[in-house]
């Protein structure tokens, strides 16, 4: 399993459109969720990815402190495949990778609500109430460099 760490503008036209496809296949038609998937920070982002043979088994971006929040952020965390360790893997990346490229200590998410347990158990606390985002609830949550486990 390799890691791989891209801006935007680095990114292949392949490598592109197999992050979208399966942020697609997920977050829009798994979820049967019709949103705008694509948004303007993507171009802002760093992309981060787990990949082998069979392509893309994680992924999740990174947005700079200012971009979206206060904080340093990470958003679309997705596996491919469910209960493999890709998740916590990617994320556990994501969190190292926030800190070392932007130096910032906060790393700060929203999370779909049914997810909330799985952000916890890295450490993230929730810090708002639930709300609604494209139809889906969701909470905010933040990590404190204090606060990991």
């Known amino acids: 399993m ?3 760490v891209k801006r935007f503008h680095e990114l292949t036209v392949n490598e592109l459109y197999d992050i979208l496809r399966l942020r697609v296949s997920v977050f829009v038609v798994e979820q049967q969720c019709a949103y705008m998937e694509t948004d ?18 994680a992924y999740l971006r990174i947005l700079e402190k ?16 469910r209960r493999c360790g890709y998740g916590s893997r990617i994320l556990k990346e994501g969190i190292r990778l926030a800190r070392e490229l932007f130096g910032e200590t906060a790393v700060y998410l929203e999370a779909q609500s049914y997810a909330r347990g799985f952000y916890e158990r890295q450490g993230f606390r929730q810090i708002s109430g639930e709300f609604l985002s494209d139809g889906i609830p969701h909470v905010k949550m933040l990590l404190e460099k204090s606060e990991e486990p």
């Open 2 to 4: 390799e890691l791989r």
């Open 40 to 57: 303007d920070l993507d171009q802002a982002a760093v992309h981060v990815w787990l990949e082998d043979e069979n392509g893309i088994e």
């Open 66 to 81: 200012g971009v979206e929040s206060e904080h340093c952020a990470i958003g679309r965390v997705i596996a491919a495949k």
